[in-house]
Structures are given as C-alpha cells and as structure tokens.
C-alpha cells in the first residue's frame, strides 16, 4: 500500500505505480471525462494525471483543483497535490459519497465553500461520473438553475448510471423537484427540509419493488 509520502524518488516511483495500476491511472492517460458544467469557471473531471492537470490550467486558466474524493492514502491522491502545489494551484478537499444519500452538512458546507473558491475550477473525483455528477448537480442549483438541468450532470455520456446504486443521486435531484423547488430556494430546502435518511429508505425500498417487479415476477 501507498503511504502517501514523495519525499524521494523511489516515492514517486511507488506512487506512479500506484496510481496506475491500483487506482486505475492506466485508463485515465487518454480517457479525461472533461466537460464543462459553466464554461469559464466550472470543469470536471476523472482524476487527473500531472500532465493533464498541467495542460488544463495552461489551456483554461484553472485556479483551484476541488478534489471530490477527499484525502487518501493512494499514489494519484499524492501525484495531484504535489502537482498542483507546483503549479500554484489551490487545493481544496470536498469530499462526497457516490452510493448514499448525499449529507445535509456536506452539501452545506460545499455551498459555503463554493462562494469562497478562486475561480475557474476543476473538480475531480476517480471517475468523473458520480460524485463529479453530484457537485456538478449542486454547482447549478447555486447557481440558480434548475433540477432538471442539474439532473443533466448525471448522465451515461459521464459514464453515470441511475439503474445501479448510484442512482441514489438522481433521487435527490427528483426529491428538490417534486417536494421543493418552486417553493423555496435550493439551499433553504436543504437546511429547512431535507431528509437524508428518508430518502435513503425510500430509494431502497423503491430499489427492492422494481426488483421483486422486473426481475422477479418479470411483470411488464
């Protein structure tokens, strides 16, 4: 296991070998995932080699790298900071789930957060598809979109699938749309009348009926 230190260059070492082999680097030489959500201020992405962050600042004058997976012990958690602190970029650490009910704090918290970054942004997760989708989703509704363009970020052309567990968070974009929106603000639903847990058993047990419905009793 990686422990996270670079401090020589058998560290780097370690840590590329890491990154590519145990944290799936090796797919993400050529596949970026990258798209904008705000174009000028807000990207996203996979996790990003040094190389490909180094050209995305360069190409778009990034300033602060928002990493969705939080801190890890793993060689590409490691090559991004040390590459991002070389090229003078702001780190922050957002870090969010991608197979449960999003938190009420965290997502407070990335609210708060969000007014404070320095602009453009790049936020990453491992994949680019689920937890990118997510801050993605949540970036727009800041910004006074709609949930229906936010459910856009979680899309299959991201590599997203509602069908699997992840789905998850495409019910809390459907819950704001159906429960808040029109009603009261984004943000104030969410501190006022967010439920995490109740959507958590209400997506589960909806999870199970589709199940016991399509593959069991292979109703139509």
Same mark, same amino acid.
Request: with cysteine.
């Given at each position: 296991?990686?422990?996270?230190? #670079?401090?020589?260059?058998? /560290? =780097?070492?370690?840590?590329?070998? %890491?990154? @590519?082999?145990?944290?799936? &680097?090796?797919?993400?030489?050529?596949?970026?995932?990258?798209?904008?959500?705000?174009?000028?201020?807000?990207?996203?992405?996979?996790?990003?080699?040094?190389?490909?962050?180094?050209?995305?600042?360069?190409?778009?004058?990034?300033?602060? #790298?928002?990493?969705?997976? /939080? =801190?890890?012990?793993?060689?590409? %958690?490691? @090559?991004?900071?040390?590459? &991002?602190?070389?090229?003078?970029?702001?780190?922050?650490?957002?870090?969010?789930?991608?197979?449960?009910?999003?938190?009420?704090?965290?997502?407070?918290?990335?609210?708060?957060?969000?007014?404070?970054?320095?602009?453009?942004?790049?936020?990453?997760?491992?994949?680019?598809?689920?937890?990118?989708?997510?801050?993605?989703? @949540?970036?727009?509704?800041?910004?006074?979109?709609?949930?229906?363009?936010?459910?856009?970020?979680?899309?299959?052309?991201?590599?997203?699938?509602?069908?699997?567990?992840?789905?998850?968070?495409?019910?809390?974009?459907?819950?704001?749309?159906?429960?808040?929106?029109?009603?009261?603000?984004?943000?104030?639903?969410?501190?006022?009348?967010?439920?995490?847990?109740?959507?958590?058993?209400?997506?589960?047990?909806?999870?199970?009926?589709?199940?016991?419905?399509?593959?069991?009793?292979?109703?139509?």
């Amino acid at each position: 296991m990686f422990d996270g230190h #670079l401090s020589s260059s058998s /560290g =780097h070492a370690r840590a590329w070998t %890491d990154s @590519l082999f145990v944290d799936h &680097a090796i797919f993400r030489l050529m596949w970026t995932n990258f798209h904008a959500v705000i174009p000028g201020k807000v990207y996203r992405c996979n996790h990003p080699t040094p190389a490909r962050l180094k050209r995305a600042m360069e190409r778009l004058g990034l300033r602060t #790298l928002v990493n969705l997976r /939080g =801190h890890r012990k793993c060689g590409s %958690d490691a @090559l991004s900071r040390n590459a &991002a602190r070389g090229l003078g970029l702001h780190h922050v650490d957002m870090a969010f789930e991608s197979r449960g009910a999003p938190h009420k704090d965290r997502i407070l918290r990335f609210a708060d957060m969000y007014q404070k970054l320095d602009f453009p942004i790049l936020m990453h997760c491992k994949s680019g598809a689920d937890r990118a989708g997510l801050a993605s989703g @949540l970036v727009v509704l800041f910004e006074g979109g709609s949930a229906q363009q936010a459910l856009k970020e979680l899309s299959w052309k991201y590599g997203h699938f509602r069908s699997s567990r992840t789905g998850i968070l495409d019910a809390f974009f459907l819950h704001y749309q159906a429960e808040g929106e029109g009603r009261m603000p984004f943000l104030e639903w969410v501190r006022n009348e967010y439920d995490e847990h109740a959507l958590k058993e209400e997506f589960v047990a909806n999870k199970l009926s589709s199940f016991l419905t399509d593959q069991v009793l292979r109703r139509e």
